[in-house]
């Protein structure tokens, strides 16, 4: 009775500190890879409306709307001890009430086995823009980025940006027509 | 007998060794203590180690992984990171990702989260007319993560028989042990 006791709880122990070992190396040859990677990134149509902010407080603010298209090779990144690569794009901008502005406009999650050429061409953003105001007419920079989150099997989750951006300009009008 | 054999070593041991065996627990106990609090006041978040306990940001965090966490002030909140959260008035922390950010050049930062597996944003979640989070909601930032870990504190919230079962018998097993 006693040594079965006594083997089993060694057997426990010594599974536990491998898998520990393990984890330590999966964190440790993936906490130091440079995981950034080229981005391209084209706007085809940009519109801009003024309406209520339905999706949350109902104050009246700039609407943008805008087609891109992303081309980026990202085979590299998720190789075998990736679980996921979540990718999102993200338009920055300064507004006069607000110095700093940030908003995804699309995002997408890539599983390890998965494609990982992206070409999206024409394509139409996932969440509303709604600037906190009305910051958007006239402005000139409107900077959009492609990040990712890189969720390992285990260890740290970085952030990266690619390294292509484009600017955008906002047109001085609002647009009246029901168009998009 | 097993039960006998316990109970031969505790009749063994004398006052003295008895001493030195609640010392030991509490030296166990308060180094584990110590060992948090320093956690706390490197990562600078008041809860440097959570569980997932949803599945609204499947397929990266499953209920049950364990999350690291920092929340230092000189790295601001800025979209795509994962932030741990709690809503005030409520205890749950929530796990999601910023959507949206807008920041005052006084530093003031209002922010939208959504959790990844979640179609709308967390407007919902939010209190009744509360439409941005701020600094001060924020638990801290997800950093690096294990999965699978956090079982074990789901099953023991779950199932508190099993929680008091466990602690008793760690304490049973320190006291009783005589290394």
Request: glycine share 6%.
């Amino acid at each position: 009775m006693n040594t079965v006791l006594s083997r089993a709880n060694s057997l426990f122990a010594f599974s536990l500190s491998v898998m520990a070992a393990l984890t330590f190396g999966c964190f440790v040859t993936t906490a130091f890879k440079d995981r950034s990677a080229p981005v391209d990134i084209q706007v085809s149509r940009v519109m801009l409306k003024n309406v209520d902010d339905f999706t949350g407080p109902r104050e009246r603010s700039d609407l943008g709307f805008i087609t891109f298209d992303v081309t980026a090779d990202i085979l590299y990144l998720l190789d075998k001890i990736q679980l996921q690569l979540f990718l999102y794009l993200s338009a920055d901008y300064e507004t006069k009430s607000n110095a700093l502005n940030q908003v995804v406009l699309w995002d997408k999650i890539i599983l390890r086995g998965e494609n990982t050429k992206l070409s999206l061409k024409d394509m139409k953003s996932k969440y509303f823009f709604f600037d906190d105001g009305n910051g958007l007419r006239g402005n000139k920079n409107i900077t959009l980025t492609l990040s990712w989150n890189v969720v390992p099997n285990a260890g740290i989750l970085p952030l990266v940006m690619g390294s292509g951006h484009i600017s955008v300009p906002f047109p001085d009008a609002y647009e009246t027509t029901k168009s998009y | 007998m097993l039960s006998l054999d316990f109970l031969d070593d505790v009749r063994r041991m004398n006052k003295r060794q008895l001493y030195y065996q609640v010392l030991n627990f509490g030296m166990i106990v308060s180094s584990a203590l110590m060992i948090w609090k320093g956690l706390m006041v490197v990562t600078g978040s008041e809860s440097p180690i959570v569980v997932v306990l949803s599945g609204s940001m499947e397929p990266a965090f499953h209920r049950g992984d364990l999350l690291f966490l920092t929340n230092r002030v000189e790295d601001p909140i800025r979209v795509g990171e994962i932030v741990v959260f709690r809503i005030e008035g409520r205890e749950i922390p929530i796990v999601h990702r910023v959507l949206k950010v807008h920041e005052k050049e006084n530093g003031d930062i209002k922010f939208l989260t959504k959790g990844d597996n979640n179609t709308v944003d967390d407007r919902g979640l939010y209190k009744q007319g509360q439409h941005w989070l701020e600094k001060k909601d924020v638990v801290g930032r997800a950093r690096g993560f294990v999965p699978y870990i956090g079982i074990v504190t789901i099953l023991m919230n779950d199932y508190p028989k099993f929680k008091y079962a466990v602690l008793f018998l760690l304490g049973l097993f320190v006291l009783v042990h005589r290394e």
